[in-house]
């Protein structure tokens, strides 16, 4: 006679409540996730602004001047430096096919 030692099986009784709360955690766990990809994604558009520069225009120097919040030698002198900003940017002319060129080019 041979004896044949068995170990004990456990049998596992797995309620409908389980499968709820396993599935309730995968949930959250998917919008958490969604919700950080839209943080990235809100946070790099903010990042990636191109009007986070605050650009002045020659009218707006003149209110500043006439309001007292810049002096005339403020004025004078932003006043060159936009004027210089215009005049480095390249002028563009369009043609009458409508293709915008640069000002001087020869272009057909």
């Known amino acids: 006679m041979q004896i044949v030692y068995r170990a004990p099986v456990i049998v ?8 709820l709360t396993v599935f309730l955690w995968f949930a959250a766990a998917g919008l958490l996730t969604l919700a950080g990809f839209y943080a990235v994604a809100a946070v790099r558009k903010w990042a990636l602004r191109r009007d986070a520069v605050a650009t002045f225009t020659l009218q707006d120097l003149r209110d500043m001047r006439t309001r007292g919040e810049i002096s005339d030698r403020e004025f004078a002198t932003l006043r060159a430096q936009l004027l210089a900003q215009v005049d480095a940017t390249p002028e563009r002319r369009a043609d009458d096919a409508g ?5 001087g080019d020869d272009r057909p």
């Open 99 to 103: 293709d915008v060129h640069a000002a």
């Open 12 to 19: 596992a009784r797995i309620d409908t409540t389980d499968y």
